[in-house]
């Protein structure tokens, strides 16, 4: 009964096989690989417009290479007081950017509003001595498993963009968002404003696999650049693309993350059926219910792996746990979890 990331499962079978039917013979090194220029041809059918694809090793790499493309002195960068990229990422984006400064709006279940946006931008005036909005980046699903709509996506957008600012998306679970929403993939990002998104695949079954793709290249510079000097440009790039290339096969990513979608939404309904609330919507991959201290130990006593995340919420002697289903989640681990949840 492993809960404790998407992270923690390998990769699906159609990746693995693609990697391996792509081991043969030899190949340009550097992304000039006739794989790496189908994969990047895909990308552009998936997405319509005519895009630059840049592949990196990981999420934190897209994300603050995003940043850095459009970084400026004294920059700040608008996201919610749950992304990753302000929280988990070790300050990294400050780093690659030369000491832009993330900056928390107020957030409500994982997602900012587009007038709490505008309220904290005004804070920052032309001219203010305590920096330029520089960026707004919104995480999509976001770690609080809740989904921005495309309507949410443009409104934000357009508070950024009244005052010049770069739009990036954090996918690190595009496919999850996409599904649930069940709208094209253009229509959650570049035809809602989106500039820059960081694609990802790793959770969703790849090993590791992850792209910048760049909406607004006027708005972005100098990203091949960058992603070089900060190592992630792959000499044997075309085993990333032998991981999309299985991803993208018969709508396999979509697959993938519908299946655990549906687990997590199997989960959060057995859960509450049992009288435990739920600290947020259940509308992607991840699920917090409000467990006692005594299901908790009962659960990690069979075998549970999962993490307490009290920042989600308390209720009286119940703390929130976070649950997170892969696409390789079994329907008897998730039905198992609710029986011994139910005590």
């Given at each position: 009964m492993i809960f404790a990331s998407d992270n923690w499962a390998g990769a699906s079978q159609p990746v693995i096989d693609a990697m391996i039917r792509h081991n043969t013979g030899t190949a340009p090194a550097y992304g000039t690989d006739p794989l790496t220029e189908r994969v990047t041809a895909r990308f552009r059918e998936i997405f319509e417009p005519h895009v630059p694809v840049l592949f990196t090793a990981t999420g934190t790499g897209a994300n603050v290479l995003s940043m850095a493309g459009c970084a400026r002195p004294a920059g700040l960068v608008m996201t919610s007081g749950t992304a990753h990229i302000l929280c988990d990422e070790w300050g990294a984006a400050e780093f690659h950017?030369?000491?832009?400064?993330?900056?928390?709006v107020a957030t409500r279940h994982g997602k900012i509003a587009a007038g709490d946006l505008a309220a904290e931008i005004e804070k920052h005036p032309e001219g203010s001595r305590f920096g330029v909005p520089v960026a707004l980046s919104l995480t999509q699903a976001s770690e609080c498993g809740t989904v921005y709509t495309p309507a949410e996506v443009a409104a934000l957008s357009a508070?950024?963009?009244?005052?010049?600012?770069?739009?990036?998306?954090?996918?690190?679970?595009?496919?999850?968002?996409?599904?649930?929403?069940?709208?094209?993939?253009?229509?959650?990002?570049?035809?809602?404003?989106i500039d820059i998104l960081s694609f990802g695949a790793t959770k969703n079954g790849c090993w590791c696999a992850e792209a910048m793709v760049v909406f607004n290249p006027d708005c972005v510079r100098d990203l091949a650049t960058l992603r070089a000097r900060a190592g992630h440009l792959f000499s044997k790039s075309r085993f990333v693309a032998a991981q999309f290339d299985g991803y993208f096969g018969d709508g396999h990513w979509l697959d993938l993350a519908r299946h655990a979608n549906?687990?997590?939404r199997r989960l959060a309904d057995g859960l509450a059926a049992a009288g435990n609330k739920l600290a947020y919507p259940v509308e992607a991959n991840?699920?917090?219910?409000?467990?006692?201290?005594?299901?908790?130990?009962?659960?990690?006593?069979?075998?549970?792996?999962?993490?307490?995340?009290?920042?989600?919420?308390?209720?009286?002697?119940?703390?929130?746990?976070?649950?997170?289903?892969?696409?390789?989640?079994?329907?008897?681990?998730?039905?198992?979890?609710?029986?011994?949840?139910?005590?």
């Open positions: 950017t030369n000491g832009m400064k993330l900056v928390s508070a950024a963009k009244a005052r010049g600012m770069v739009s990036h998306m954090d996918g690190a679970r595009f496919a999850n968002a996409l599904v649930h929403l069940g709208c094209t993939p253009a229509e959650m990002t570049w035809k809602a404003g549906a687990m997590a991840e699920v917090f219910p409000l467990l006692d201290p005594a299901t908790i130990a009962r659960l990690r006593a069979a075998g549970a792996a999962f993490y307490e995340w009290p920042e989600a919420g308390r209720d009286e002697n119940r703390v929130a746990v976070r649950l997170v289903t892969s696409f390789a989640t079994p329907e008897a681990d998730v039905d198992r979890f609710v029986e011994i949840a139910g005590g």
